[in-house]
């Protein structure tokens, strides 16, 4: 019960950064994308601002160990680049390029442009039970490690 | 330049940040949003509940913000419906296959300097930019 609680009040943290960002606005998105039109580089200072709190909080959790409210940290472990990854995240910067969405913003905007937002999300989800039909040993599935040793 | 707003854009940026180092600390999960919902679309697990719990609070955050006396900021969606199912496809289809979105290779991949995550991160905002390129300023869409 802790566990939900903790994960809808950061969920809800999430949602209003996106929102105080300016980063739920697709046309905010797809200015900062848009390097020879009317740049706007906010992306640039969302991003430097979550990276640097990111990278101190992952600082502290691995110091710590273990979470307050789980056995362990669960932190992806791979550090190989394949094939998979850059195909993907490819194909993933194609459809963020075209309608200026990714996936916080798009399940943020289901309450303020429902009918555009649950399109793109239904989408979304099709296309993530689509990648179940890739074949189990080709799925990159990232493997998953206890890393909290000091 | 236009509509460029550094402070905002920092401070919300924090919000983020903070949100994924709490993630973290608290219960011991990765804030990727494209994995957190991927992860759903499977068999009940013991996960099943904090995911759930976390996409409730994302995607009611218009409404809380707006009770808390926030004006919601303006919203333009440009694309038109097909163009949204497209993107919106390649989007789920991409983040589960290359492991992660903007949030989870991003903000959490690039806040504990993953090669994965740089060389993700990288590729999707490169290929983002000429796509944008090619739709605005070649197609002249």
């Given at each position: 019960m802790a566990?939900?609680?903790?994960?809808?009040?950061?969920?809800?943290?999430?949602?209003?950064?996106?929102?105080?960002?300016g980063m739920s606005d697709p046309a905010k998105v797809l200015a900062f994308l848009d390097l020879t039109g009317r740049w706007d580089p906010s992306l640039a200072f969302v991003m430097a601002g979550a990276v640097a709190v990111s990278a101190a909080g992952t600082l502290v959790a691995r110091r710590?160990?273990?979470?307050?409210?789980?056995?362990?940290?669960?932190?992806?472990?791979?550090?190989?680049?394949?094939?998979?990854?850059?195909?993907?995240?490819?194909?993933?910067?194609?459809?963020?390029?075209?309608?200026?969405?990714?996936?916080?913003?798009?399940?943020?905007?289901?309450?303020?442009?429902?009918a555009q937002a649950a399109t793109f999300v239904a989408a979304m989800v099709?296309?993530?039970?689509?990648?179940?039909?890739?074949?189990?040993?080709?799925?990159?599935?990232?493997p998953r490690r206890t890393d909290g040793v000091p | 330049?236009?509509?460029?707003?550094?402070?905002?854009?920092?401070?919300?940026?924090?919000?983020?940040?903070?949100?994924?180092?709490?993630?973290?600390?608290?219960?011991?999960?990765?804030?990727?949003?494209?994995?957190?919902?991927?992860?759903?679309?499977?068999?009940?697990?013991?996960?099943?509940?904090?995911?759930?719990?976390?996409?409730?609070?994302?995607?009611?955050?218009?409404?809380?913000?707006?009770?808390?006396?926030?004006?919601?900021?303006?919203?333009?969606?440009e694309a038109s419906f097909p163009l949204l199912a497209l993107a919106g496809l390649l989007v789920g289809f991409g983040a589960r296959l290359g492991s992660g979105c903007t949030s989870g290779h991003g903000v959490c991949g690039l806040g504990r300097l993953s090669p994965r995550s740089l060389a993700a991160t990288g590729t999707f905002m490169a290929v983002a930019v000429l796509t944008v390129l090619v739709i605005r300023h070649l197609l002249g869409a």
């Amino acid at each position: 019960m802790a566990k939900m609680a903790s994960a809808f009040a950061v969920g809800l943290l999430f949602g209003l950064g996106l929102l105080v960002s300016g980063m739920s606005d697709p046309a905010k998105v797809l200015a900062f994308l848009d390097l020879t039109g009317r740049w706007d580089p906010s992306l640039a200072f969302v991003m430097a601002g979550a990276v640097a709190v990111s990278a101190a909080g992952t600082l502290v959790a691995r110091r710590r160990g273990r979470p307050l409210l789980a056995s362990r940290l669960e932190i992806p472990a791979r550090r190989d680049i394949d094939p998979r990854l850059v195909a993907g995240a490819a194909i993933f910067g194609l459809g963020w390029g075209l309608a200026g969405l990714c996936p916080g913003p798009a399940l943020t905007l289901l309450t303020v442009a429902p009918a555009q937002a649950a399109t793109f999300v239904a989408a979304m989800v099709a296309g993530m039970l689509l990648f179940r039909l890739v074949p189990p040993a080709a799925a990159c599935s990232s493997p998953r490690r206890t890393d909290g040793v000091p | 330049m236009d509509g460029f707003t550094p402070v905002s854009a920092l401070v919300g940026g924090a919000m983020i940040g903070t949100s994924a180092a709490l993630l973290l600390l608290l219960n011991g999960r990765v804030a990727g949003i494209s994995g957190i919902l991927g992860g759903l679309l499977a068999p009940l697990t013991r996960e099943t509940g904090w995911r759930a719990a976390f996409l409730a609070g994302l995607v009611l955050a218009p409404p809380v913000y707006a009770g808390m006396g926030g004006s919601l900021p303006p919203v333009t969606v440009e694309a038109s419906f097909p163009l949204l199912a497209l993107a919106g496809l390649l989007v789920g289809f991409g983040a589960r296959l290359g492991s992660g979105c903007t949030s989870g290779h991003g903000v959490c991949g690039l806040g504990r300097l993953s090669p994965r995550s740089l060389a993700a991160t990288g590729t999707f905002m490169a290929v983002a930019v000429l796509t944008v390129l090619v739709i605005r300023h070649l197609l002249g869409a």
